[in-house]
């Protein structure tokens, strides 16, 4: 579904939908509550358009890999996987594979984590959802200034970790093949990721 661009009237004034961006994801999901989502799938909303895709066994078996290795430097509190969180742009709700969050984060308005909160986020692609992990999700990820954005490619057998946000991009964009270690030692998440047990399509 892909919401319409035109700007709306309210009270009088003319609201853009980038300004009514927050009230608009709201309507959006309320909606989405509404209908049934089959068991196994994620919703997301990229840049207006309702997204929605079948979690693999490959996709949960590399998130928990990753999971278990930030537990080694993040509380379990402060690590979300598939949960709400609003990014800059045109009507981004997103709900990242696995996000870990800064010392003190705390919710907006509507409980919900804060995307200027974010310290690491992990995605595992799928041929389906890979134009918008590379594309949409990359550009708003660089936006909010996520220190550390990492793509697994469980098809391609390789990881591409995006490093230092500027400007609404990342200034370092590294790929890896799967078994060499992800190497953040030198960014606010500060560990090694090892990628030796990731699974492969």
Same mark, same amino acid.
């Given at each position: &579904?892909?919401?319409?661009? !035109?700007?709306?009237?309210?009270?009088?004034?003319?609201?853009?939908?980038?300004?009514?961006?927050?009230?608009? =994801?709201?309507?959006?999901?309320?909606? =989405? /509550?509404?209908?049934?989502?089959?068991?196994? @799938?994620?919703?997301?909303?990229?840049?207006?358009?309702?997204? &929605?895709?079948?979690?693999?066994?490959?996709?949960?078996?590399?998130?928990?890999?990753?999971?278990?290795?930030?537990?080694?430097? @993040? !509380?379990?509190?402060?690590?979300?996987? /598939?949960?709400?969180?609003?990014?800059?742009?045109?009507?981004?709700?997103?709900? !990242?594979?696995?996000?870990?969050? #800064?010392?003190?984060?705390?919710?907006? +308005?509507?409980?919900?984590?804060?995307?200027?909160?974010?310290?690491?986020?992990?995605?595992?692609?799928?041929?389906?959802?890979?134009?918008?992990?590379?594309?949409?999700?990359?550009?708003? @990820?660089?936006? #909010?200034?996520?220190?550390? @954005?990492?793509?697994?490619? !469980?098809?391609?057998?390789?990881?591409?970790?995006?490093?230092?946000?500027?400007?609404?991009?990342?200034?370092? /964009?590294?790929?890896?093949?799967?078994?060499?270690?992800? +190497?953040?030692? +030198?960014?606010?998440?500060?560990?090694?990721?090892?990628?030796?047990?990731?699974?492969? /399509?």
């Amino acid at each position: &579904m892909r919401l319409p661009a !035109p700007a709306r009237q309210r009270g009088g004034g003319t609201v853009t939908i980038e300004e009514a961006g927050s009230a608009e =994801l709201d309507d959006l999901f309320d909606r =989405l /509550d509404q209908r049934h989502i089959p068991e196994g @799938y994620k919703v997301e909303i990229v840049e207006g358009t309702i997204c &929605m895709a079948r979690q693999r066994g490959t996709h949960r078996e590399t998130l928990t890999d990753i999971y278990e290795q930030l537990r080694t430097r @993040y !509380p379990r509190k402060r690590l979300l996987s /598939d949960v709400r969180i609003d990014f800059p742009g045109c009507l981004n709700g997103f709900a !990242p594979g696995l996000v870990a969050l #800064a010392e003190g984060a705390t919710t907006n +308005d509507k409980d919900q984590p804060r995307y200027q909160d974010i310290e690491f986020v992990a995605e595992v692609v799928s041929q389906g959802t890979a134009a918008h992990d590379y594309g949409p999700k990359k550009r708003a @990820y660089a936006l #909010a200034e996520v220190p550390v @954005y990492v793509v697994a490619d !469980p098809g391609a057998g390789r990881c591409r970790v995006f490093t230092r946000p500027q400007d609404g991009d990342h200034r370092a /964009d590294l790929t890896l093949a799967y078994g060499q270690p992800i +190497d953040l030692t +030198d960014t606010v998440v500060d560990i090694a990721l090892s990628t030796e047990e990731f699974p492969r /399509d």
